[in-house]
């Protein structure tokens, strides 16, 4: 089953912008390795552009990440 995030952004329209696990992992910063492990290097917060307006921001943060 694929995760689906849904955001609205920041814009006057407050645009429903919906991200999969696999678009948020393109913002993620580099995998680091732990004791060999990968390990999600996850930003405390990512800020995307709104996909359907010009001035709106789409603030993901950690937490909602982890509760997908
Ligand atoms: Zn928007």
Redesign the pocket.
Known sequence: MIKIIQVR?N?L???LNEFTEAELEKYYKPTIMVRGQPKKNLPERLVIS?R??AE?KVIVTRKMIEEM
């Open positions: 952004c814009g329209s407050k645009c709104c359907y307006c709106g």
